[in-house]
């Protein structure tokens, strides 16, 4: 089994994708995407979870980014 390449990474506001140490990825699939964050503010899983939001998917509360896990 291939080992995972897991680096530190940051997302622009236009969804560009940079990781830190300033390694390409194996694959270059463009820009990442996904619903918009904005309309995700829940206050917390349970919330985001009747919102639409999947495990492991990205929402907010009040600003703060969260990542569903329940």
Known sequence: MAK?????????????????????????LGAVTGPDLVERNFTSDVAA???GVEVGEFY??????QIKFT
């Not at 680096?7 to 990825?25: E, H, N, P």
């Open 49 to 51: 979870g009747n919102g």
């Open 4 to 28: 995972p390449d897991i680096q530190a990474t940051f997302i622009t506001a236009s969804g560009t994708l940079f990781r830190l140490k300033g390694k390409l990825g194996l694959d270059d």
């Open 60 to 65: 907010h509360l009040n600003g703060d980014l």
